[in-house]
C-alpha cells in the first residue's frame, strides 16, 4: 500500500489500514531499539561480572597468601604449646601449667 496522508483517506477501512501499517511499522522500530538497549545492557552486566569474578579470585589468593605466611600457635592434649612457621623445626615452650 502506498504512503497516505491522513487528509487523502476517503473512508475507514483506508483509515484503519494506515493506522494499522503506522502502528506496525513503530511497534518494529520500538522492538529493534529494546532488543539493541539490551545488547548493551548484557554487554556492561558481562563486563561487571568479570571485574567482581576477578576481584573475587584476587582476594581469595591473597587470603590463601597470608594464612600460609603467618606463624601458628597450636596446642596438644597434655598443653603443650608449639610454634610452627614452617621454616623450621617445631619449637617446644613446654607445657602452659606446671602441676
Known amino acids: 500500500m502506498d504512503e497516505k496522508k491522513l ?3 476517503q473512508n475507514w477501512n483506508d483509515a484503519e489500514r494506515m493506522i494499522v501499517q503506522r502502528l ?3 511497534n518494529d522500530s520500538l522492538a529493534r531499539s529494546v532488543v539493541e538497549q539490551s545488547k548493551a545492557a548484557t554487554k556492561k552486566w558481562f563486563i561487571a561480572f568479570l571485574v567482581t569474578l576477578a576481584a573475587l579470585v584476587a582476594t581469595n589468593a591473597a587470603w590463601l597468601y597470608v594464612w600460609q605466611s603467618y606463624e601458628y600457635v597450636s596446642q596438644d592434649g597434655t598443653g603443650l604449646n608449639t610454634i610452627n612457621t614452617g621454616t623450621q623445626e617445631n619449637i617446644d615452650y ?3 601449667n606446671e602441676n
Do not use: A, N
Open 7 to 9: 487528509e487523502d483517506v
Open 24 to 26: 506496525v511499522e513503530s
Open 94 to 96: 613446654g607445657t602452659e
